[in-house]
């Protein structure tokens, strides 16, 4: 089969629309992913104040492990987001995967801590305003990284739809709680582990329902 | 004879900077080059409807081609994701028809369809899930003829096939 002239009438009516293009730049994802955790970031900050024993040393080792995993995973799932917003084919990054399950230790800790050791944490219960607090606002604050993921994956043109709508709420999930975890002064893995990690599989599920029908092309 | 893939490569990155002449030659080598690749994937008569939605997708989508990337695996990648919609669309359009009960009127058109779509993957599939498929979307029986010569009931067949073209398109998505 050659050119029918139904495509050959279709191959002269795009090239009579060509353009110059600028380029998709996976870069300029991750840039636009990073401003909108700053901005979330700036806007928890605004809303909550910002807690200031992060820089005066008060915070504990648990604080830097949560936040520093959160980061990582927000990493890992923002790189191969951006890499999966160009079309190709081959093998796809598992570092996210990893990292989700370096995360998971956590909850796994901060349940182990609440059932052996309940009377040293007092902000474990499913009733307290606190907790609830930090689980609502991460997720206020994984919108607006959503947000800006689902942008650029409209500008650019996956192929692997389900697999960004899950990176989507990985990134999301993570970097919000992380923005929020600036404004927060509990820094017991027992709050830590569940009420800033559950973000995370809550926003992915969510992502994994909303994300796809508006990155379809 | 076919474009080499650094001739491909050099028409799209001169395309990306607005050529209309290397987007004419490009274009058309593409079409050449898709037609080659759904040659094996789907009927005939279905070839050129996706040939040219991809060459649709490739001028929409330019930009996201990186020129220090090889072309080819590029227009694949959309060419697999195009064919991935196409059977979608297909198992929606048989699994409506399935729960409307009216499978048994299919026209021929439609089981070729099937079958040169769903034949290659029924490997993949239980025995039972296959043998529903097979017996209405390609032999063309009713969900009642088929459930007498399977032994199957005939909410077991309906489920069978809904599960199993469900699956099979699932496959198709996940794969390479």
Redesign the interface.
């Given at each position: 089969m050659s050119d029918t002239p139904a495509r050959a009438a279709l191959i002269a009516s795009l090239v009579d629309n060509t353009a110059p293009v600028r380029r998709v730049h996976p870069a300029e994802g991750a840039a636009l992913i990073a401003l909108a955790t700053l901005a979330a970031a700036l806007g928890m900050i605004a809303l909550f104040d910002f807690w200031r024993g992060i820089i005066s040393g008060e915070a504990s080792p648990f604080f830097w492990i949560t936040n520093g995993l959160l980061l990582l995973l927000g990493a890992a799932s923002t790189a191969a987001l951006v890499a999966g917003a160009l079309p190709r084919v081959g093998a796809r990054p598992n570092a996210p995967a990893w990292t989700l399950a370096m995360l998971g230790v956590l909850p796994l800790a901060a349940l182990i801590q609440i059932a052996k050791a309940p009377d040293i944490h007092v902000h474990t219960g499913l009733a307290d305003p606190h907790s609830w607090h930090c689980l609502w606002s991460a997720l206020g604050a994984a919108v607006v990284v959503g947000a800006a993921a689902v942008l650029f994956l409209r500008h650019g043109a996956p192929v692997a739809i389900s697999r960004q709508a899950w990176l989507t709420g990985l990134a999301a999930g993570s970097l919000g709680s992380l923005a929020f975890g600036m404004t927060c002064p509990l820094d017991g893995i027992a709050h830590l582990g569940i009420w800033h990690v559950a973000p995370v599989p809550l926003a992915a599920l969510a992502a994994r329902l909303i994300v796809p029908p508006l990155i379809r092309w | 004879m076919l474009a080499d893939e650094p001739t491909l490569a050099r028409l799209m990155h001169a395309?990306?900077?607005?050529?209309?002449a290397a987007?004419?030659v490009l274009?058309?080598e593409s079409?050449?080059w898709l037609?080659r690749y759904f040659r094996r994937r789907v009927p005939p008569h279905h070839?050129?409807d996706l040939?040219?939605e991809v060459?649709?997708?490739l001028?929409a989508?330019?930009?996201?081609?990186?020129?220090s990337?090889p072309f080819l695996?590029?227009l694949?990648?959309?060419a697999?994701?195009r064919w991935v919609d196409h059977l979608r669309r297909s198992y929606r359009q048989q699994a409506g028809e399935l729960f409307d009960d009216s499978a048994s009127t299919d026209s021929e058109e439609d089981v070729v369809l099937a079958r040169v779509s769903l034949d290659r993957l029924f490997a993949h599939l239980p025995a039972r899930q296959a043998e529903a498929i097979e017996l209405v979307k390609i032999g063309g029986l009713s969900i009642e003829e088929a459930s007498r010569a399977s032994g199957q009931s005939e909410s077991l067949i309906k489920v069978n096939i809904h599960r199993g073209l469900k699956k099979l398109a699932a496959l198709v998505?996940k794969a390479?």
């Amino acid at each position: 089969m050659s050119d029918t002239p139904a495509r050959a009438a279709l191959i002269a009516s795009l090239v009579d629309n060509t353009a110059p293009v600028r380029r998709v730049h996976p870069a300029e994802g991750a840039a636009l992913i990073a401003l909108a955790t700053l901005a979330a970031a700036l806007g928890m900050i605004a809303l909550f104040d910002f807690w200031r024993g992060i820089i005066s040393g008060e915070a504990s080792p648990f604080f830097w492990i949560t936040n520093g995993l959160l980061l990582l995973l927000g990493a890992a799932s923002t790189a191969a987001l951006v890499a999966g917003a160009l079309p190709r084919v081959g093998a796809r990054p598992n570092a996210p995967a990893w990292t989700l399950a370096m995360l998971g230790v956590l909850p796994l800790a901060a349940l182990i801590q609440i059932a052996k050791a309940p009377d040293i944490h007092v902000h474990t219960g499913l009733a307290d305003p606190h907790s609830w607090h930090c689980l609502w606002s991460a997720l206020g604050a994984a919108v607006v990284v959503g947000a800006a993921a689902v942008l650029f994956l409209r500008h650019g043109a996956p192929v692997a739809i389900s697999r960004q709508a899950w990176l989507t709420g990985l990134a999301a999930g993570s970097l919000g709680s992380l923005a929020f975890g600036m404004t927060c002064p509990l820094d017991g893995i027992a709050h830590l582990g569940i009420w800033h990690v559950a973000p995370v599989p809550l926003a992915a599920l969510a992502a994994r329902l909303i994300v796809p029908p508006l990155i379809r092309w | 004879m076919l474009a080499d893939e650094p001739t491909l490569a050099r028409l799209m990155h001169a395309m990306q900077q607005g050529d209309k002449a290397a987007a004419n030659v490009l274009l058309s080598e593409s079409g050449l080059w898709l037609e080659r690749y759904f040659r094996r994937r789907v009927p005939p008569h279905h070839i050129d409807d996706l040939v040219q939605e991809v060459l649709i997708a490739l001028h929409a989508k330019r930009a996201t081609w990186d020129p220090s990337r090889p072309f080819l695996p590029w227009l694949a990648a959309i060419a697999r994701y195009r064919w991935v919609d196409h059977l979608r669309r297909s198992y929606r359009q048989q699994a409506g028809e399935l729960f409307d009960d009216s499978a048994s009127t299919d026209s021929e058109e439609d089981v070729v369809l099937a079958r040169v779509s769903l034949d290659r993957l029924f490997a993949h599939l239980p025995a039972r899930q296959a043998e529903a498929i097979e017996l209405v979307k390609i032999g063309g029986l009713s969900i009642e003829e088929a459930s007498r010569a399977s032994g199957q009931s005939e909410s077991l067949i309906k489920v069978n096939i809904h599960r199993g073209l469900k699956k099979l398109a699932a496959l198709v998505e996940k794969a390479e």
